[in-house]
T-cell receptor
Framework: DGGITQSPKYLFRKEGQNVTLSCEQN?????MYWYRQDPGQGLRLIYY???????QKGDIAEGYSVSREKKESFPLTVTSAQKNPTAFYLC?????????????FGPGTRLTVT | KNEVEQSPQNLTAQEGEFITINCSYS?????LHWLQQHPGGGIVSLFM???GKKKHGRLIATINIQEKHSSLHITASHPRDSAVYIC????????????????FGKGTLLTVNP
């Protein structure tokens, strides 16, 4: 089945540690996105990538890093510089072009940092 | 940048009731996205629409581009419809390279009681 997978579903880390969240898609989409969701707030864009080996900062990129070495994969690293990393993280993908295209979401990873 | 307002924030209904969720945005757009987030966190796309009305089963979405407003209706609501409903629009008017950047509403939490 085509879709987006994120692992793990729950992740616990100690403060000061970097942590990498996985996102894989087999939809053959060129564009991939990382969002952060906090209680009572809308999803906020962290990073997005329109093509392999290229990515752009979103609205809240500070304290995060990404790579896009393969079309299928877009891992997100939450670094120790991120002041408030505990949140629900969602990965998404879409086709690219000049229009407005539907984004498909993964199941999310809930990160807790203590 | 586009601003998105959803109302109501919370909605409780009895099974069988007709539900309406509203979404208003500030900048003219090419299309709007309605999403459903299940209690477990996963997000699924319900509709993408740029004009008029779309229907899928018991769900109906309408949009009025001139008034910058969209509504999501659920007919004959059922407890399994309980979820958070989110609308999303392009962050800028023409999109350009920013068709990939969406602004999300904070969501409407719908609870349907049996």
């Amino acid at each position: 089945d085509g879709g987006i997978t994120q692992s793990p579903k729950y992740l616990f880390r100690k403060e000061g540690q970097n942590v990498t969240l996985s996102c894989e898609q087999n939809l053959n989409h060129d564009a991939m996105y990382w969002y952060r969701q906090d209680p009572g707030q809308g999803l906020r864009l962290i990073y997005y990538s329109q093509i392999v080996n290229d990515f752009q900062k979103g609205d809240i990129a500070e304290g995060y890093s990404v790579s896009r070495e393969k079309k299928e994969s877009f891992p997100l690293t939450v670094t120790s510089a991120q002041k408030n990393p505990t949140a629900f993280y969602l990965c998404a993908s879409s086709i690219t072009g000049t229009g407005f295209y539907e984004q498909y979401f993964g199941p999310g990873t809930r990160l807790t940092v203590t | 940048k586009n601003e998105v307002e959803q109302s109501p924030q919370n909605l409780t209904a009895q099974e069988g009731e007709f539900i309406t969720i509203n979404c208003s945005y500030s900048v003219g757009i090419s299309a709007l996205h309605w999403l459903q987030q299940h209690p477990g966190g996963g997000i699924v796309s319900l509709f993408m629409l740029s004009s008029g009305k779309k229907k899928h089963g018991r769900l109906i979405a309408t949009i009025n581009i001139q008034e910058k407003h969209s509504s999501l209706h659920i007919t004959a609501s059922h407890p399994r419809d309980s979820a958070v409903y989110i609308c999303a629009v392009p962050s800028t008017r023409d999109g350009g390279g920013s068709n990939y950047k969406l602004t999300f509403g904070k969501g409407t939490l719908l609870t349907v009681n049996p």
